[in-house]
């Protein structure tokens, strides 16, 4: 409908794109008709979108379910053009979102990850993968799930569940809440909630950090997952620094790494702080951030929406399951949304 209708930004497409010679043949199919046959969607309907979304500003929020099925990383990149196609960049109001990284909010992951201590971390492993491995014992022999729910939200239940009764199989889950993995875990450490711990938030779709203030202390024999973890290392006999450094001592170094010149303290008593003064506009001045410093649009994503991507299969033992979905986590835990608790 962009291109049928010349919504497209033609200058943007020559000066400033790549591949759009690939990418326009393969529009031609794309009717709303056809639209229409494959999603249910009425023609119509299609059709105003397209004009509403091409005739701009508009925002293309991508959103966080989209991608989670086997061609979802495809079918975000083809979804991902329209911004370039429609010239829905480098103004405001327009550009588009997945979700707002840390480093936007200056937050230094690499810190909180532990990213500098010895040693190689196993290769990550995709949800759609991990029945694979948890049905194979020569891949898997452990398993360490926190915030998480596999056997409730994963792909393959039925197989899962079974592989998760493997006798050969030591799982240890940590939650708040009983789940159906807890249910299914060989130990179950039970965690403390938000708000039982202090914490820094970084907005999914907002440029703003946030204090989580400590309301109460955690309950019964509830502990934060950090602290968990800090025990966890010292029962192991790991004596890096980094593994057993208190929380506060964490946050300090964080906040004071984002060079925003705010303390804890400060940041709990305003609550939420924006990062930048003035609203950022996304792509200013038409700067990608690829090598040919172009948006590129890759074809291949319009071509392969049936085709699985590419998998690492570097086998290992044990399996670490995040909250996130990382895999494996961080050294310390992960910097999702809770910069320390997730």
Known sequence: MIARDDLLDHELLRDHAIGWGEVEPLLEPCTPGWGERVTGVPAEAIEQAAHWYGSGPSLLWIGQGFQR?????????????LAALSGNVDRP????????????RMLDEDYVAGTHLPGSPPDPISHMDLVDWL???????????WNINIAASNPEQARLRRALTRA?????????FATDTTELADVVLPAASFLECDDLVASYFHLTLSAQVKAAEPLGQSLPNTEIFRRLATAIGFSDD???????????????????????????????????REPRVQFADHLF??????????????????????????????????GCGCSPP???????TALLTS
């Not at 099925?69 to 979804?79: D, S, W, Y």
């Not at 109001?93 to 936007?104: E, K, Q, S």
């Not at 961080?330 to 999702?336: F, H, I, L, N, Q």
């Open 330 to 336: 961080p050294r310390r835990g992960c910097s999702t």
């Open 135 to 145: 049905e194979d014992p020569q891949r898997s022999r452990a398993l360490l799930c």
């Open 289 to 322: 951030p690829t090598p040919a410093g172009r948006s590129s649009l890759p074809a291949t994503a319009l071509k392969l929406t049936g085709i699985r991507g590419f998998r690492n299969r570097t086998p290992t033992r044990a399996l670490l399951m995040g």
């Open 168 to 176: 050969d199989l030591f799982t240890v889950a940590i939650d708040l």
């Open 93 to 104: 109001g327009a550009g588009f979102v997945y979700l707002n990284g840390a480093g936007n």
């Open 242 to 276: 980094e593994l057993h450094e208190p929380d506060e001592q964490i946050i300090a170094e964080v906040l004071r790494r984002t060079g925003l010149g705010i303390d804890f303290a400060s940041l709990a008593q305003q609550g939420t702080v924006w990062i930048h």
């Open 69 to 81: 099925q086997p061609r979802g990383g495809n079918a975000v990149r083809a979804v991902a053009q």
